[in-house]
């Protein structure tokens, strides 16, 4: 077999079980001797979000973001790893990469705008990595397509999300509906205010605690065409025409307004600084604040929200008024959020009705979304096996929630670590008042 057919045969049977860590990574080894180190990086990142191959997965992932130059998160998935115990390797890593970053090894991560520059990535790219179990925005084709053709690819299907799907957040719907809905659905009342629409929220959070899923939801709530653009993918596979494609794409948004445009992974778009890449960001950000700029003035039906799980990476230029003005904290699920996501996904399941989730609720403190929707997919297997075992169907039981329960864990822990230090010592201009408030909150301080 060629190293393409064994490479295709694996992404296959990833798409299968995407949740084999230990063949993500075997997958990810095959790529960098392929060559094809971001897609190596790709296949990393999701083998380290399982918790059975995090360790192993972010060994391989820093040394391999230290070499592309993604040094930022190179150091944050570093810290990370150690969290997880300690590690000879990992610590000289971490001091590798500070050295390279220029800054003495035992302070805090830097903040904006010294982010650190990103190495350029060959255009175009080979087909990315198959997507993780989460969902992930339309998959952009690696061909040259015509600016229009694709910019048309971003839509997501018309899967309809309201806030009433979302559990908890109760704060981040109120000011997305003040900010975001009202000026659309009222401009008059808006207005006598004197509040001017326009610019747009920029969340941020541990993983999968609804970013997303809430961005979708806002776009149900208007009954707006939502369109989601992974900036990483701009950056990484249209190197050199990222810039074009932007304006497309907000052309797009225009013409089929009302739209939400949703940046994902804005982070992406980090570097301000460094030698080559420079000035590939420097027009990139450039075109996409004037396109910002334009919304305001010449389209009020395009609303914009952003992503991150880094904001300390994000460019300060868009967090100027009229910009990503506001910068929201999306926090792992409260209590009562805990208990409905969970009692709505178990319901789902033959016998889930009749569970009682209380005593999960209580141990899934700091639990993302996307864990609690794992953990109950976890519980229902079990007893699926058991159907399939006996081609009658079984219930799902009490004990097969605390088996799943036993086998899993938060997967938020290594984000709040990382956070806190930037809480901690890069809190300037209080930017980060509301993720010390939340650290305080849940005893992470
Ligand atoms: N508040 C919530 N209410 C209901 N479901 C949720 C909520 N938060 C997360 N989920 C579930 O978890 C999944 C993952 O959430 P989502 O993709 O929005 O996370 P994210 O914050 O965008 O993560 P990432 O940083 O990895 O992009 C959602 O598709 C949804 O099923
Ligand atoms: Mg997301």
Redesign the pocket.
């Known amino acids: 077999m060629t190293d393409a057919t064994v490479l295709n045969a694996l992404a296959q049977a990833l798409e299968r079980d995407p949740r084999n860590g230990a063949l993500w990574i075997h997958y990810a080894e095959l790529l960098v001797a392929a060559g094809r180190a971001e897609d190596a990086a790709s296949a990393l990142r999701t083998a380290a979000e399982l918790s059975a191959t995090r360790k192993q997965a972010l060994g391989k992932l820093v040394p391999l973001l230290r070499e592309q130059g993604k040094l930022a998160e190179a150091l944050i998935r570093a810290e990370a790893a150690l969290e997880l115990g300690h590690d000879p390797q990992l610590a000289r890593e971490i001091e590798l990469i500070q050295a390279l970053r220029g800054a003495p090894s035992e302070a805090p991560p830097a903040t904006q705008p010294s982010s650190p520059p990103r190495a350029p990535a060959a255009t175009p790219r080979p087909k990315a990595a198959p997507p993780s179990e989460?969902?992930a925005p339309a998959e952009i084709a690696p061909e040259p397509l015509a600016d229009d053709e694709w910019a048309s690819q971003f839509d997501w299907g018309d899967l309809r999300l309201t806030f009433a799907?979302?559990?908890?957040?109760d704060d981040i719907k109120r000011q997305i509906s003040l900010r975001i809905i009202a000026p659309f659905k009222q401009p008059g009342v808006f207005e006598a205010f004197g509040r001017k629409g326009g610019g747009g929220i920029l969340?941020y959070?541990?993983?999968?605690?609804?970013?997303?899923?809430?961005?979708?939801a806002t776009a149900g709530e208007l009954g707006a065409r939502f369109v989601s653009v992974s900036i990483h993918d701009v950056v990484d596979k249209y190197w050199g025409e990222s810039e074009k494609l932007i304006h497309a794409l907000f052309e797009h948004a225009r013409r089929s307004a009302p739209t939400v445009l949703f940046f994902?992974?804005f982070d992406a778009l980090a570097s301000t600084r460094g030698r080559e890449s420079a000035q590939f960001f420097k027009t990139l950000v450039d075109q996409l604040l004037q396109e910002m700029d334009g919304v305001k003035a010449r389209n009020r039906d395009v609303l914009l929200l952003a992503?991150t799980?880094v904001p300390w990476n994000v460019d300060s230029a868009f967090r100027r008024p009229g910009r990503f003005d506001r910068v929201l904290l999306?926090t792992p699920?409260d209590k009562a959020?805990r208990e409905s996501?969970l009692a709505e996904r178990l319901r789902a399941l033959p016998g889930g009705e009749a569970l009682d989730v209380r005593g999960a609720v209580e141990k899934t403190e700091l639990y993302?979304?996307?864990d609690?929707?794992a953990l109950a997919e976890r519980a229902g297997e079990r007893a699926l096996e058991r159907s399939l075992a006996s081609g009658k169907v079984h219930r799902v039981e009490p004990k097969d929630l605390e088996r799943a329960l036993a086998q899993s864990r938060a997967s938020t822990l290594e984000w709040i670590a990382t956070a806190r230090n930037f809480a901690r010592y890069a809190n300037e201009g209080g930017q980060y008042d509301e993720l010390v408030d939340y650290l305080k909150r849940i005893k992470k301080w």
Do not use: F, H, Q
């Open positions: 989460e969902l799907d979302v559990a908890g957040l969340l959070g541990p993983p999968g605690c609804g970013k997303t899923y809430i961005a979708r994902d992974e992503a799980n999306v699920p959020a996501m993302s979304g996307a609690l929707v």
